[in-house]
């Protein structure tokens, strides 16, 4: 299955960059480029251990819609997601949360499988794993401006 880690450090603690990476709105308002919203949103309106929610967007074009679980919820070290019906084969986002001086490496593990047998391979390594990176990079960028209050400002 493809894989992918990505880095970013951010400059705050690691609690409050486990808390905003595990905030719904911070969520949608980091991938509003892509039109993504919940049209079910998690219960409460937060997530917590066996959440799920439905995210709609449009990548290349094309409309799509993923429902994800949040599991192994480890305040504030770790918490994962996964697709649970959507566009993917398989999807797992683990996230991790790890104090550095001065601040947190928040590392995504990514890994993905396409639908579609040998075509989908193709796909997932000519196309969907930069574009998944690229997307990951983007939210993480969007996340670590609006916990370091940078001159970024996200949609409301």
């Not at 960059?17 to 595990?22: G, K, M, N, S, T």
């Not at 709105?25 to 980091?30: E, F, T, Y």
Request: a positive charge.
């Amino acid at each position: 299955m493809p894989r992918f880690v990505l880095e970013t450090v951010i400059a705050a603690s690691p609690r409050v960059v486990f808390e905003a990476a595990l905030d719904p709105q911070l969520h949608v308002r980091s991938m509003a480029r892509y039109g993504e919203t919940m049209i079910e949103p998690p219960a409460g309106g937060v997530f917590s251990e066996g959440s799920t929610v439905t995210w709609r967007a449009r990548h290349f074009g094309i409309p799509f819609r993923l429902r994800s679980v949040v599991f192994d919820i480890e305040p504030p070290h770790r918490f994962s997601d996964r697709q649970v019906a959507g566009p993917f084969r398989a999807f797992r986002h683990d996230h991790e949360f790890l104090p550095r001086d001065g601040g947190t490496l928040m590392r995504d593990t990514i890994e993905f499988r396409s639908p579609l047998g040998p075509l989908g391979r193709l796909v997932d390594a000519l196309v969907l794993g930069r574009y998944l990176r690229r997307l990951i990079a983007e939210r993480n960028d969007a996340v670590a401006a609006a916990i370091e209050g940078r001159g970024r400002t996200l949609p409301a």
